[in-house]
C-alpha cells in the first residue's frame, strides 16, 4: 500500500460514514437541521438554521483563535428560506467563528468542536480527533437485562492522591491501567459519565484554580466539556481525549453512558438558543413568561418539531462520532413521551436509554403526555430509576433522617417486593401497599434502574448515618451491603454510585454539586482499610453475572418463577425458580433481614447450599443445611441454593 493510498482510504471511509450518517439523518427528517459548519481545506461552508423569525441579518466573525479580541473576517451571511449561509474560502482549520443574529455573539446551535469556555465554534478536521486504532472501536454487546451501571463524576472518581491515578479530574484518568483494572475487579461492564459535554459553571481559563460542579447546566450540548481535558485552549485535545476514553472503556469491555441535559439550558438571556432567536426552544406559560418544570429557570420545549429534531440529532450524533453506548436522561419527565419514542426509534436498538421518570417543578405542558415513570408502559426499550425502591430501603429524598427498611421500621416491605420483580404486575405484590406506585408501572423489568444511591442526594453511608442515630461502624457495613444484596438481586437493571465500593461518604452533605474536593473526592485508601466492603460488591456482582435467575429480562419469566415467602416485619423472603429459566442453580432462597435481631424463616423442606450469610459471599458454598427453618443473622442477607 502507498503512502498515498494510506491516506485516501481512510479519508474516503470517513466520507462514505458522513454520508450514511447524513442518510440516517434524512429518514427522520428532511435534512440534518443543525449541520453549522461543513470544512474542506479549500473553502468552510457555514449554515445558520435561524430562529423563530427571520433576523434582520446575521454576522458571521472568524477568529484566530477561542479568546482573542478581534475577528480578522466578518461576513454577512444570505438568507436561504429561514436559514442563513456563507462560505468563506481558504483553509479555515484552527480558526474560531461566531454567528451574530443581533442578540450577540454565539457558536450556534450545534457547534461540533469549540474554544476555551466555549463561547466560539471551532474549526476542524474532525479525523484529526480520532485516536489510532479508532476504525476499530466498537460498542461491547451487552444486553439490557445483564447491564451493571456505574455513575461516576470524572473529577470526584480521580482527583484524590489516594487515587494514584496521573491524569487527575480528566477523561484521560479512565483510560489508564489502574483504573480499568479496578472497573474490572469490581465487574462493572457501563459506566455512566455524569454530564460531560461543555457545561458553563467551570472557568476553563482557570483550571489551576479548584472548581467543581456536577455539570447539569448545559452550555454547548454536541462537544465534551474543556474542563476535563489536559488543553481547553486546542478545541481537538477535548474530543479526542473524549474518544480515547471511550476507546479504552470499550477495550476493556465497558458500555460508556453519557448523562445527558436536555431539559434546560444554564441560562434563559444568554442561552445559545435565545442569542439565535430560538424563544420557541422553551415553553412559557400562558402569560408569556418560561416555565420552570427543570427547576432551574426555564424548560425546554421537547414537543415541538425544531427542537425534537435537535435532540435526536444530538444523541445520534454522540453515538457515530464519539460511539457512545446508551444515554442517562436528566429530569426526563419534563420531555413529552412522543419525542421519547421517536429517540428511540431513531437510535440502535443496542443503544441503552433510561431516565428520571420526573421533573423538578410543573411543566407547561400536559402530565399525561410528559415521560414520568407512571408512563414508562408508553415508552419500550426506555427504563426508569426506581424511587419506589431506593426510598424503601433508605427512606423518603424529602427528609434525610428518616429511615425505613434498613433503620428497621415495618411498613415498606411491599415496595421491596415491587423493586425486587422489577416493578412489573406479579401476583404476590399488593401494589395498594407500595410507597409511590399504587400499580406496576413497567412493562419489563429491564425498564426499572434499581438503586439505592446516586450523585443526587446523600451517598449510602451518609444516609445511613443521618437516619440511625448512634450506628456503630459495624452495623454501617452491615446495612449497606445488605441494601446493595436487595439492588443486586432485584430482577431491574443495578446501578451502582461510584465510591459505594469504598465506602464513601460526602459528609452528610445532601446536594454536593458544588462542594470542594474534599466532600466530593473518592479516598481510595479505604480499599485496604475496609476490604470486605469492595469483596462483597464484586461478589455479589459476579454471583449476578453467573446466575441469569438474577437477571431473567422478561416480565412472564418473572411471574412464573419469582415467588415470595410470608416473613416478619422488616424482612423480606423470595424464591427463585432457576432451573426454569436455564440457571445452573435449582431453587434459589433470598432473605432480606433488617432487624437487629436474627430471625427465622419458614422454607421448603429440603438441603441447602449456603452462597451468602453474614457479610460472606462465596459460590461454591459457605455451608450445608438442612430442614425447613432457616435462620438469618441480623441485619444481613442469605443466599443458599437446593
Known amino acids: 500500500m502507498t503512502d498515498l493510498d494510506k491516506n485516501v482510504i481512510p479519508m474516503a471511509k470517513r466520507i462514505i460514514m458522513a454520508l450514511i450518517a447524513t442518510a440516517a439523518l434524512c429518514v427522520n427528517a428532511q435534512t440534518p437541521m443543525f449541520n453549522e459548519m461543513s470544512y474542506s481545506a479549500a473553502q468552510t461552508d457555514f449554515n445558520f438554521s435561524g430562529g423563530d423569525k427571520a433576523a434582520k441579518s446575521v454576522t458571521l466573525r472568524i477568529y484566530r483563535s477561542g479568546d482573542s479580541a478581534k475577528p480578522f473576517k466578518t461576513v454577512k451571511m444570505k438568507k436561504s428560506g429561514t436559514a442563513y449561509k456563507a462560505t468563506v474560502t481558504g483553509d479555515l482549520k484552527g480558526c474560531f467563528y461566531t454567528f451574530d443574529a443581533g442578540r450577540g455573539e454565539f457558536p450556534g446551535y450545534f457547534a461540533k468542536a469549540v474554544g476555551v469556555n466555549g463561547r466560539r465554534g471551532a474549526v476542524v478536521d474532525l479525523a484529526d480527533t480520532d485516536p489510532e486504532g479508532w476504525a476499530k472501536d466498537r460498542r461491547p454487546t451487552i444486553a439490557m437485562k445483564n447491564v451493571i451501571l456505574y455513575e461516576?463524576?470524572?473529577?470526584?472518581?480521580?482527583?484524590?492522591?489516594?487515587?494514584?491515578?496521573?491524569?487527575?479530574?480528566?477523561?484521560?484518568?479512565?483510560?489508564?491501567?489502574?483504573?480499568?483494572?479496578?472497573?474490572?475487579?469490581?465487574?462493572?461492564?457501563?459506566?455512566?459519565?455524569?454530564?460531560?459535554?461543555?457545561?458553563?459553571?467551570?472557568?476553563?481559563?482557570?483550571?489551576?484554580?479548584?472548581?467543581?460542579?456536577?455539570?447539569?447546566?448545559?452550555?454547548?450540548?454536541?462537544?465534551?466539556?474543556?474542563?476535563?481535558?489536559?488543553?481547553?485552549?486546542?478545541?481537538?485535545?477535548r474530543i479526542k481525549e473524549f474518544k480515547q476514553m471511550v476507546q479504552a472503556l470499550h477495550a476493556a469491555g465497558i458500555k460508556v453512558i453519557l448523562d445527558v441535559v436536555y431539559n434546560h439550558t444554564f441560562n434563559t438571556d444568554r442561552s445559545n438558543f435565545t442569542l439565535g432567536g430560538w424563544d420557541s426552544a422553551y415553553r412559557h406559560r400562558a402569560d408569556g413568561s418560561y416555565s420552570n418544570g427543570s427547576g432551574c429557570g426555564n424548560e425546554t420545549a421537547s414537543e415541538t418539531p425544531k427542537f425534537r429534531e435537535y435532540m435526536i440529532e444530538s444523541l445520534r450524533y454522540w453515538v457515530e462520532e464519539y460511539h457512545l453506548d446508551g444515554f442517562r436522561v436528566d429530569l426526563m419527565g419534563v420531555h413529552d413521551i412522543a419525542t421519547m419514542n421517536e429517540i428511540r426509534k431513531a437510535l440502535p436498538e443496542d443503544v441503552i436509554i433510561y431516565g428520571e421518570g420526573w421533573s423538578a417543578g410543573e411543566c407547561a405542558y400536559p402530565h399525561e403526555k410528559l415521560g414520568m415513570k407512571a408512563h414508562i408502559k408508553q415508552?419500550?426499550?426506555?427504563?426508569?430509576?426506581?424511587?419506589?425502591?431506593?426510598?424503601?430501603?433508605?427512606?423518603?429524598?424529602?427528609?434525610?433522617?428518616?429511615?425505613?427498611?434498613?433503620?428497621?421500621?415495618?411498613?415498606?416491605?411491599?415496595?421491596?417486593?415491587?423493586?425486587?420483580?422489577?416493578?412489573?404486575?406479579?401476583?404476590?405484590?399488593?401494589?395498594?401497599?407500595?410507597?409511590?406506585?399504587?400499580?406496576?408501572?413497567?412493562?419489563?423489568?429491564?425498564?426499572?434502574?434499581?438503586?439505592?444511591?446516586?450523585?443526587?442526594?446523600?451517598?449510602?453511608?451518609?444516609?445511613?448515618?443521618?437516619?440511625i442515630p448512634n450506628i456503630s461502624d459495624d452495623e454501617l457495613i452491615r446495612l449497606d451491603l445488605l441494601?446493595?444484596?436487595?439492588?443486586?438481586?432485584?430482577?431491574?437493571?443495578?446501578?451502582?454510585?461510584?465510591?459505594?465500593?469504598?465506602?464513601?461518604?460526602?459528609?452528610?452533605?445532601?446536594?454536593?454539586?458544588?462542594?470542594?474536593?474534599?466532600i466530593n473526592h473518592l479516598d481510595w485508601s479505604r480499599l485496604e482499610t475496609k476490604p470486605e466492603v469492595m469483596n462483597y460488591y464484586s461478589r455479589l456482582i459476579a454471583m449476578r453475572k453467573h446466575h441469569r435467575a438474577f437477571r431473567m429480562?422478561?416480565?412472564?419469566?418473572?411471574?412464573?418463577?419469582?415467588?415470595?415467602?410470608?416473613?416478619?416485619?422488616?424482612?423480606?423472603?423470595?424464591?427463585?425458580?432457576?432451573?426454569?429459566?436455564?440457571?445452573?442453580?435449582?431453587?434459589?432462597?433470598?432473605?432480606?433481614?433488617?432487624?437487629?435481631?436474627?430471625?427465622?424463616?419458614?422454607?421448603?423442606?429440603?438441603?441447602?447450599?449456603?452462597?451468602?450469610?453474614?457479610?460472606?459471599?462465596?459460590?461454591?458454598?459457605?455451608?450445608?443445611?438442612?430442614?425447613?427453618?432457616?435462620v438469618v443473622p441480623a441485619q444481613s442477607a442469605l443466599i443458599m441454593h437446593d
Open 483 to 518: 441494601a446493595q444484596t436487595a439492588v443486586f438481586t432485584s430482577q431491574g437493571v443495578p446501578f451502582l454510585l461510584s465510591g459505594e465500593e469504598m465506602l464513601r461518604d460526602k459528609k452528610g452533605v445532601h446536594n454536593s454539586f458544588e462542594s470542594p474536593d474534599s
Open 379 to 467: 415508552m419500550p426499550g426506555i427504563a426508569a430509576f426506581s424511587d419506589d425502591l431506593r426510598d424503601a430501603l433508605r427512606g423518603p429524598f424529602s427528609d434525610d433522617h428518616k429511615g425505613a427498611f434498613l433503620a428497621g421500621l415495618p411498613g415498606e416491605e411491599e415496595s421491596i417486593k415491587a423493586g425486587i420483580v422489577g416493578c412489573i404486575s406479579h401476583p404476590d405484590v399488593d401494589y395498594a401497599k407500595v410507597n409511590y406506585s399504587k400499580e406496576p408501572w413497567a412493562q419489563e423489568p429491564t425498564q426499572m434502574i434499581s438503586y439505592v444511591s446516586c450523585h443526587d442526594d446523600m451517598c449510602l453511608v451518609d444516609r445511613l448515618r443521618s437516619s
Open 152 to 237: 461516576l463524576h470524572h473529577r470526584d472518581f480521580s482527583i484524590d492522591a489516594t487515587s494514584g491515578l496521573e491524569h487527575k479530574g480528566k477523561f484521560l484518568a479512565l483510560t489508564e491501567a489502574k483504573a480499568i483494572k479496578h472497573l474490572t475487579d469490581l465487574g462493572v461492564n457501563a459506566v455512566h459519565v455524569l454530564p460531560s459535554f461543555d457545561y458553563a459553571s467551570v472557568d476553563e481559563t482557570r483550571l489551576n484554580v479548584p472548581q467543581y460542579n456536577w455539570g447539569y447546566d448545559p452550555q454547548n450540548y454536541n462537544v465534551p466539556e474543556g474542563g476535563y481535558s489536559t488543553n481547553p485552549y486546542d478545541p481537538c485535545v
Open 553 to 630: 429480562g422478561d416480565a412472564e419469566l418473572v411471574r412464573e418463577n419469582v415467588r415470595f415467602l410470608p416473613t416478619e416485619d422488616c424482612m423480606v423472603a423470595f424464591v427463585i425458580k432457576g432451573t426454569n429459566v436455564g440457571d445452573s442453580w435449582h431453587d434459589i432462597l433470598v432473605v432480606l433481614n433488617a432487624n437487629k435481631e436474627p430471625r427465622t424463616v419458614d422454607v421448603p423442606l429440603r438441603s441447602y447450599t449456603v452462597v451468602c450469610r453474614n457479610l460472606l459471599i462465596d459460590e461454591k458454598g459457605i455451608d450445608r443445611v438442612y430442614g425447613n427453618k432457616v
